[in-house]
């Protein structure tokens, strides 16, 4: 069974880990960010899918790596 992550932030930083999960055997779930258009750039590098928020992927249930900034953290995390 593929073990597919979502990265939940594509800047700077997260370019490290979308290249990381990317190499996995099982690649990215999904790509968000707030910025659409940086998600879908992402997203497309990776053979992944864009979005913008990332309660749209709760829905999923498939992990998460959230890479937003630190004082998004517990916000993203909580829900």
Known sequence: MALRVAVVGAGIW???TQRIYSNS??????V???DEERAREVALRY???AY???????VMRMPL??????TDHFDVALN
Do not use: A, H
């Open 14 to 16: 997260d370019s490290t």
């Open 47 to 49: 053979g992944s899918r």
């Open 52 to 58: 913008r928020d990332y309660r749209e992927i709760l």
């Open 65 to 70: 790596s959230i890479v937003v900034p630190t």
């Open 25 to 30: 055997r099982d690649g990215i779930g999904g």
């Open 32 to 34: 968000v960010d707030i």
